[in-house]
């Protein structure tokens, strides 16, 4: 079973900031945050990942909260492109990832 | 640098017939994982390589399915007898073994048993 918890869907105006959380209580010291997302029937694409540091990268932005139970990624300026399924995972490293059913985000024109 | 290719795309074949998918994994990553998303089901795990040696195949459904990688390169999956329950898309991942590293995935390959 996935171990985290996410909204089931989001709405969100073109150009603003989508801020998707998720929350992970059981996570363990070692395991990671991942954010992968689906557009419509294609293979899953990464997003993002951390342990405990925020992080940002060309797509988006993850953060962390102190105690790591919880994690938001954000997409800064949302576009219709990013209407997609949305999903947080924990993970060791190597490990299998297990998909949840995600958030799926609209994006409103 | 390529990414990970699934052969084919699409794949349509009777019941009781047997077919086999190929992915091919980004060079030099030493993991390489199955999934399986069925309609309107969440992704299922299948089965995971990490080079040549299965590390783990919890997911897979049943003996029908056999998974292969030799060499440590590219995979097969081969479903035989295929069955209507079968039908989903098929999808392969591979990552750089170690700490943290991300698993990048195919476009998948499409499924129908009729």
């Known amino acids: 079973d996935a171990k985290t918890t996410q909204p089931t869907s989001m709405d969100c105006a073109e150009g603003r900031a989508a801020n998707l959380p998720c929350n992970h209580s059981t996570i363990s010291g070692n395991e990671y945050v991942y954010w992968y997302r689906q557009i419509h029937s294609q293979g899953p694409q990464y997003i993002i990942h951390?342990?405990?540091n925020n992080e940002t990268n060309e797509m988006a932005s993850l953060i962390i909260t102190e105690d790591r139970k919880s994690s938001t990624l954000i997409l800064p300026h949302a576009t219709l492109r990013d209407t997609a399924v949305y999903y947080c995972?924990?993970?060791?490293?190597?490990?299998?990832?297990?998909f949840g059913k995600g958030t799926r985000l609209h994006i409103l024109p | 640098e390529a990414g990970v290719t699934q052969f084919p795309s699409h794949s349509v074949i009777e019941k009781g017939q047997t077919v086999t998918l190929r992915c091919d994994p980004i060079s030099g990553h030493d993991n390489l994982y199955w999934y399986r998303r069925v309609m309107g089901k969440e992704i299922k795990f299948l089965l995971h390589f990490v080079k040549e040696s299965k590390q783990d195949e919890s997911g897979m459904p049943n003996n029908r399915f056999l998974a292969e990688r030799t060499g440590g390169t590219y995979s097969t999956l081969k479903v035989q007898p295929a069955e209507l329950e079968d039908s989903g898309v098929y999808f392969c991942?591979?990552?750089?073994?170690?700490?943290?590293?991300?698993?990048?995935f195919g476009q998948g390959t499409r499924l129908t048993v009729v």
């Open positions: 991942a591979s990552s750089q073994a170690g700490q943290g590293f991300e698993a990048f």
């Open positions: 995972i924990v993970r060791v490293r190597d490990d299998k990832i297990i």
């Open positions: 951390g342990l405990k």
